[in-house]
């Protein structure tokens, strides 16, 4: 092969790795992201309500006979198209990146945050998605400040969510997420039949509601960051609904009951730390009793089908009531 | 360490190439040596239960294979009677204790459960070395150094989840570095990992989650319904063949940026005419090994018609029971040699009466025979298989995605209709992926003017593409395209997502 072809293939080579890191780091949206906002963009969106959440709002029990999710239940109860941007794991950060977006940049009238009672989440986006939201909404909330970049345990160009970490309960060692996943979600899944039952290793599940519900601090840069959410929407005219979802109290307090009023103290401080930013907040903490909830082997909160009609009704309540004083005010003021 | 890894991607792939490239040069036997370290250390990132067992069985082999090429019958034949069955016994117990421990504890209704961790690659590495045993027996030629020896099993692009290899493919290359040009290679090595990395996180992925969320419920006793059964066994169609095919493109992708050729793995299975001839587009260094090293080995075609088709039927079984230790495994595997038998009776008796089936005919059959037999590839259980072949025929109802208008209509009249597991959203990457599977030239078709693999004799060959457009080649347009592709499938790399043959 003659040196001028070998020039030549290098150039391309060049070419090849040139192009992929200028795609690579341009300030867009991955696929999975630009797929979930681009419904938004359409103008078929306008004055549509926007949802965001955690698995809470998107899981689905294998036991359900009525498998609407929420926001299917909250598009036939208010007559509106709903655009979901929930997805399993979502953090507040997240939440509050596609709803920034959504409502200040684009048709979406309306926004559902569906928040967990703890707000412990930790999220960066890869720096690439990172920059795209910080351009097209800016978001303000403390994770997504590029100095997060710099932690030590931060990744420069990559995404990092946290997830639960090894810890301790009654003298009980458990593994990281990934373990407990392998480890007991799996065996409680392959002992769960239909109609669910409470679980298998109870010692567990209450050790894991302790670890979800109380071990974790409350992340007081993402409440300022929803006070900004809220801010921004009074600024242009949008409503936010900021929820805090059900929690299993039947069944911690059936547990342990001291647990379940750990949690209460701590739900009832978060929900007030939440109402001095001024949210528009719907406190759903205690609304649902135990056959309101599934898969109680991941203490996380997921939602049967009665408790998913539930909630949405008090939801849409919420919103219709909004509306109906909004256009009450309205008319007197005019 | 996973190939879809930015881990991989941007830290170990570009490090081991550039080493390699320097060092080959000068030493060949100092870069086989730091390519069987490097492809160790591989192993050890992504196997921290078992990183000794592949160390140990590679010596264990290699000193078979001494033994076997130093002697004479009947002691080599023994001492390559003692490397198959020591072999096939590592891979019992790694591989099948925990089911049949399992199996035999639930019919003494005991409490005992076995949780052996599947070490990885170890269905691949021991069907290598069993076919290198054989190889060396035939033909008194065995790999004298222990470590070219090493890096033939654990060269790290082939390692996890094949192609599966035989020892006078591969190693003669790493002998003769100086026919290689690196900026080729390499050049045309990322070309080929773009198009599998695409495969991987832009098909099968989405796919899997779709198939995953039918098959988990209806693994849960949830009944599942017309329209969901179907995309639940579309999607998994669509994602085994992406996900595997997309491995082995960038296996064969990596191996030829370090300038070795691998053999080529597919072949567009899903437009096969008949089975037998998907069996030859399909994964076909296992087809391969199991016509040399299992069929023939029970006599093949030379024992008569009836005992050929015992012998099919048993090979197929094997090769089921290669994939996985369940039942389920095991019914695909005999029903993929059911209908190789059938094709093959059709073959010995009926094609005298000139009945020709057409070609478009022929390739809709076995798409819905191959689709059909991935429900219990798929599923955990004969119940979950019964729940998606039911729903497939209709026997649970009917089911339409979540979309408020259409429910809207439908409950105007009346209609037991469910919502459905999956949402129109999904649909269009399905419908991607089966138009790409049915119609598109494949990767090495695209490729081909860089012969980026080896052809198995016997096994189809691809054929030119049929358009010119989706020729790769050394110029501007291919090296856009490839840049770009690659950094759309290297953005998707997010969460980790393993690829489904590495729990085989």
């Given at each position: 092969m003659g040196a001028k072809l070998r020039r030549a293939i290098k150039a391309y080579l060049v070419v090849l790795m040139a192009v992929f890191f200028v795609i690579y780091l341009a300030p867009v949206p991955d696929l999975k992201v630009a797929t979930a906002l681009?419904?938004?963009?359409?103008?078929?969106?306008?004055?549509a309500l926007v949802v965001a959440g955690n698995s809470v709002v998107t899981d689905l029990s294998a036991?359900?006979?009525?498998?609407?999710?929420l926001p299917s239940l909250l598009s036939e109860g208010l007559h509106k198209k709903v655009i979901d941007f929930s997805f399993p794991g979502q953090t507040v950060g997240q939440g509050l990146d596609y709803t920034t977006f959504a409502l200040r940049r684009f048709h979406a009238g309306a926004a559902v945050f569906f928040l967990s009672?703890?707000?412990s989440s930790r999220s960066i986006p890869d720096l690439q998605t990172q920059m795209f939201f910080r351009f097209a909404?800016?978001?303000?909330?403390?994770?997504?400040?590029?100095?997060?970049?710099?932690?030590?345990?931060?990744p420069l160009l990559g995404p990092l969510t946290s997830h639960a970490e090894p810890f301790t309960y009654k003298n009980v060692r458990y593994p990281d997420y990934d373990g407990i996943k392998d480890i007991y979600y799996s065996a409680e899944k392959a002992a769960m039949?239909?109609?669910?039952?409470?679980?298998?290793?109870r010692q567990f599940i209450e050790a894991f509601y302790w670890y979800t519900y109380v071990s974790q601090p409350v992340q007081n840069g993402n409440i300022a960051g929803l006070g900004k959410l809220q801010e921004i929407s009074n600024s242009i005219h949008k409503r936010v609904l900021f929820v805090l979802m059900p929690v299993d109290y039947d069944d911690v307090q059936s547990m342990n009951y001291a647990l379940a009023q750990t949690i209460r103290t701590r739900v009832r401080s978060t929900s007030e730390a939440l109402k001095k930013e001024n949210l528009n907040l719907l406190d759903?903490?205690?609304?649902?009793?135990?056959?309101?909830?599934?898969?109680?082997?991941?203490?996380?909160g997921h939602l049967s089908e009665s408790g998913r009609r539930t909630l949405s009704e008090r939801v849409v309540q919420a919103l219709q009531t909004s509306t109906e004083s909004e256009n009450h005010t309205r008319t007197e003021e005019n | 360490m996973l190939f879809n890894s930015n881990a991989f991607l941007f830290v170990f792939l570009p490090i081991v190439v550039i080493i390699y490239w320097l060092v080959v040069r000068r030493s060949i036997p100092v870069a086989v040596g730091f390519l069987a370290l490097a492809s160790y250390g591989f192993l050890v990132y992504g196997e921290p239960?078992?990183?000794w067992l592949l160390a140990a069985s590679i010596l264990f082999n290699y000193i078979c294979g001494l033994g076997i090429r130093r002697t004479q019958d009947p002691y080599a034949r023994g001492l390559l009677m003692l490397g198959v069955v020591g072999d096939l016994l590592v891979l019992a117990v790694f591989k099948y204790a925990n089911f049949f421990v399992g199996q035999v504890a639930m019919l003494f209704r005991s409490p005992i459960h076995p949780s052996i961790v599947l070490p990885l690659g170890i269905s691949f590495y021991t069907f290598t070395q069993i076919a290198y045993l054989v190889d060396t027996y035939q033909t008194?030629?065995?790999?004298?150094?222990l470590v070219r020896y090493f890096l033939f099993i654990?060269?790290?692009?082939?390692?996890?989840?094949?192609?599966?290899?035989?020892h006078k493919e591969m190693?003669?290359?790493?002998?003769?570095?100086?026919?290689?040009?690196p900026q080729l290679s390499i050049y045309a090595g990322l070309c080929l990992f773009a198009i599998g990395l695409a495969k991987k996180v832009l098909i099968a992925d989405p796919c899997g989650e779709v198939a995953t969320s039918i098959f988990s419920p209806a693994a849960h006793g949830i009944r599942v319904a017309l329209f969901d059964a179907w995309m639940a066994a579309l999607t998994y169609t669509v994602q085994i063949y992406f996900d595997f095919s997309g491995y082995s493109d960038m296996a064969l992708g990596i191996s030829l940026m370090l300038g070795i050729r691998l053999p080529i793995?597919?072949?567009?299975?899903?437009?096969?005419?008949?089975i037998i001839e998907f069996w030859r587009r399909w994964h076909i260094s296992l087809s391969r090994f199991l016509r040399d090293y299992v069929y023939i080995a029970l006599g093949g075609n030379r024992k008569g018609r009836a005992r050929r088709y015992v012998n099919l039927l048993l090979t197929m079984v094997i090769g089921g029971i290669w994939h996985g230790a369940g039942w389920t495994f095991l019914m695909w595997g005999t029903l993929h040699g059911l209908a190789l038998l059938l094709v093959q009776l059709w073959r010995d008796q009926v094609k005298n009466c000139l009945m020709v089936v057409p070609a478009s005919v022929g390739r809709a059959a076995t798409f819905l025979f191959v689709l059909f037999a991935w429900v219990p590839f798929r599923s955990p259980d004969f119940a979950t298989m019964g729940n998606i072949w039911g729903g497939m025929v209709g026997a649970h109802g009917f089911s339409v995605p979540d979309v408020a208008a259409v429910h809207g209509i439908l409950a105007k009249l009346h209609l037991p209709i469910e919502p459905a597991?999956?949402?129109?959203?999904?649909?269009p990457i399905l419908l991607i992926g089966l138009v790409v599977a049915w119609s598109a030239p494949n990767s090495q078709q695209i490729m081909r003017k860089f012969r980026v693999g080896l052809d198995s004799p016997g096994y189809r060959a691809s054929p030119p593409a049929?358009?010119?457009?989706f020729a790769a080649g050394v110029n501007w347009k291919t090296a856009f395209l490839a840049g770009t592709l690659l950094a759309f499938a290297a953005r998707c790399i997010g969460s980790y997502s393993e690829f489904i043959y590495f729990h085989f």
């Amino acid at each position: 092969m003659g040196a001028k072809l070998r020039r030549a293939i290098k150039a391309y080579l060049v070419v090849l790795m040139a192009v992929f890191f200028v795609i690579y780091l341009a300030p867009v949206p991955d696929l999975k992201v630009a797929t979930a906002l681009a419904p938004v963009m359409s103008p078929r969106a306008l004055n549509a309500l926007v949802v965001a959440g955690n698995s809470v709002v998107t899981d689905l029990s294998a036991c359900d006979q009525d498998r609407r999710k929420l926001p299917s239940l909250l598009s036939e109860g208010l007559h509106k198209k709903v655009i979901d941007f929930s997805f399993p794991g979502q953090t507040v950060g997240q939440g509050l990146d596609y709803t920034t977006f959504a409502l200040r940049r684009f048709h979406a009238g309306a926004a559902v945050f569906f928040l967990s009672p703890t707000l412990s989440s930790r999220s960066i986006p890869d720096l690439q998605t990172q920059m795209f939201f910080r351009f097209a909404a800016s978001p303000e909330y403390e994770e997504n400040s590029l100095q997060q970049r710099f932690k030590p345990d931060a990744p420069l160009l990559g995404p990092l969510t946290s997830h639960a970490e090894p810890f301790t309960y009654k003298n009980v060692r458990y593994p990281d997420y990934d373990g407990i996943k392998d480890i007991y979600y799996s065996a409680e899944k392959a002992a769960m039949g239909c109609p669910e039952t409470l679980g298998k290793n109870r010692q567990f599940i209450e050790a894991f509601y302790w670890y979800t519900y109380v071990s974790q601090p409350v992340q007081n840069g993402n409440i300022a960051g929803l006070g900004k959410l809220q801010e921004i929407s009074n600024s242009i005219h949008k409503r936010v609904l900021f929820v805090l979802m059900p929690v299993d109290y039947d069944d911690v307090q059936s547990m342990n009951y001291a647990l379940a009023q750990t949690i209460r103290t701590r739900v009832r401080s978060t929900s007030e730390a939440l109402k001095k930013e001024n949210l528009n907040l719907l406190d759903l903490t205690e609304i649902l009793p135990a056959d309101g909830f599934s898969d109680r082997w991941c203490a996380c909160g997921h939602l049967s089908e009665s408790g998913r009609r539930t909630l949405s009704e008090r939801v849409v309540q919420a919103l219709q009531t909004s509306t109906e004083s909004e256009n009450h005010t309205r008319t007197e003021e005019n | 360490m996973l190939f879809n890894s930015n881990a991989f991607l941007f830290v170990f792939l570009p490090i081991v190439v550039i080493i390699y490239w320097l060092v080959v040069r000068r030493s060949i036997p100092v870069a086989v040596g730091f390519l069987a370290l490097a492809s160790y250390g591989f192993l050890v990132y992504g196997e921290p239960t078992y990183p000794w067992l592949l160390a140990a069985s590679i010596l264990f082999n290699y000193i078979c294979g001494l033994g076997i090429r130093r002697t004479q019958d009947p002691y080599a034949r023994g001492l390559l009677m003692l490397g198959v069955v020591g072999d096939l016994l590592v891979l019992a117990v790694f591989k099948y204790a925990n089911f049949f421990v399992g199996q035999v504890a639930m019919l003494f209704r005991s409490p005992i459960h076995p949780s052996i961790v599947l070490p990885l690659g170890i269905s691949f590495y021991t069907f290598t070395q069993i076919a290198y045993l054989v190889d060396t027996y035939q033909t008194r030629n065995s790999e004298s150094h222990l470590v070219r020896y090493f890096l033939f099993i654990s060269y790290f692009p082939h390692l996890i989840a094949g192609p599966i290899i035989h020892h006078k493919e591969m190693m003669p290359q790493f002998l003769r570095p100086r026919l290689r040009i690196p900026q080729l290679s390499i050049y045309a090595g990322l070309c080929l990992f773009a198009i599998g990395l695409a495969k991987k996180v832009l098909i099968a992925d989405p796919c899997g989650e779709v198939a995953t969320s039918i098959f988990s419920p209806a693994a849960h006793g949830i009944r599942v319904a017309l329209f969901d059964a179907w995309m639940a066994a579309l999607t998994y169609t669509v994602q085994i063949y992406f996900d595997f095919s997309g491995y082995s493109d960038m296996a064969l992708g990596i191996s030829l940026m370090l300038g070795i050729r691998l053999p080529i793995n597919f072949n567009s299975p899903y437009k096969s005419r008949n089975i037998i001839e998907f069996w030859r587009r399909w994964h076909i260094s296992l087809s391969r090994f199991l016509r040399d090293y299992v069929y023939i080995a029970l006599g093949g075609n030379r024992k008569g018609r009836a005992r050929r088709y015992v012998n099919l039927l048993l090979t197929m079984v094997i090769g089921g029971i290669w994939h996985g230790a369940g039942w389920t495994f095991l019914m695909w595997g005999t029903l993929h040699g059911l209908a190789l038998l059938l094709v093959q009776l059709w073959r010995d008796q009926v094609k005298n009466c000139l009945m020709v089936v057409p070609a478009s005919v022929g390739r809709a059959a076995t798409f819905l025979f191959v689709l059909f037999a991935w429900v219990p590839f798929r599923s955990p259980d004969f119940a979950t298989m019964g729940n998606i072949w039911g729903g497939m025929v209709g026997a649970h109802g009917f089911s339409v995605p979540d979309v408020a208008a259409v429910h809207g209509i439908l409950a105007k009249l009346h209609l037991p209709i469910e919502p459905a597991f999956f949402t129109v959203h999904q649909i269009p990457i399905l419908l991607i992926g089966l138009v790409v599977a049915w119609s598109a030239p494949n990767s090495q078709q695209i490729m081909r003017k860089f012969r980026v693999g080896l052809d198995s004799p016997g096994y189809r060959a691809s054929p030119p593409a049929r358009s010119g457009a989706f020729a790769a080649g050394v110029n501007w347009k291919t090296a856009f395209l490839a840049g770009t592709l690659l950094a759309f499938a290297a953005r998707c790399i997010g969460s980790y997502s393993e690829f489904i043959y590495f729990h085989f």
